[in-house]
């Protein structure tokens, strides 16, 4: 695309980064800007810079955060011995909104998946084990999306975390397989909380 504006184009190049954006939609998107009052893009750019720079990731459960703690790690309430291992914040997000969880939680940051080269170096897995072995955890409960890729996740901690009194469980599937957790209705996520089974029977049922 040819701009009569070098900042026009500048701007679309970065907004065309954006997953799911092309260039074209970059347009719209830009024009739309320069049309809105001033002060709202400001606002706009204001938000994202303080995003970047200042969201933190809670130490613990690397949760998004803007303190080194997020409220749910702080909140002397909740069940501590309890972890819900999930996959992103969508999942957290999903799983409050049920209202049934009073856990803690540990945000992966991914699966396992060497297709797309995340081995498990690059997620929170050790950090977690760390958690198992420092912290009074009873139980840990998988809550990753039952692909292939979510249950190799599963497995692997699982078998990290052997040799540890801890329990492991896994959410039960009234969720079918393959469907992302931030896509179950909440009372069907909730139960399957709730009704979740020994992680060991999972592996005998597959
Ligand atoms: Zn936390």
């Known amino acids: 695309m040819d701009f009569s504006s070098k900042l026009v184009g500048q701007a679309v190049d970065e907004v065309s980064r954006l997953p799911g ?33 200042q969201v933190n990731f809670c130490d613990t459960c690397h949760n998004i955060s803007d303190a080194p703690r997020c409220e749910i790690c702080a909140d002397r309430n909740r069940d501590r011995q309890l972890i819900c ?48 072995e420092e912290d009074e955890v009873n139980e840990i409960i998988f809550a990753l999306s039952s692909t292939m890729e979510g249950d190799t996740t599963n497995f692997y901690i699982y078998k990290q975390l052997e040799g540890t009194p801890v329990k492991t469980s896994t959410i039960s599937r009234g969720i079918s397989v393959g469907d992302e957790l931030e ?19 999972s592996l005998k049922s597959s």
């Open 183 to 201: 896509y179950a209705d909440e009372v069907t996520l909730g139960r399957s909380i709730l009704h979740r089974i020994p992680f060991e029977n």
């Open 85 to 132: 291992v999930v996959e992103d914040i969508r999942d957290v997000m999903a799983i409050e909104s049920t209202g049934q969880y009073r856990g803690l939680y540990h945000v992966l940051g991914g699966k396992i998946s060497p297709m797309d080269g995340i081995g498990p170096g690059e997620l929170t897995i050790q950090s977690l084990v760390q958690r198992v």
């Open 21 to 53: 954006i092309g260039k074209r939609t970059a347009l719209r998107l830009v024009l739309h800007l320069l049309k809105q009052p001033q002060d709202q893009t400001v606002r706009l750019a204001d938000a994202l810079i303080k995003l970047r720079t």
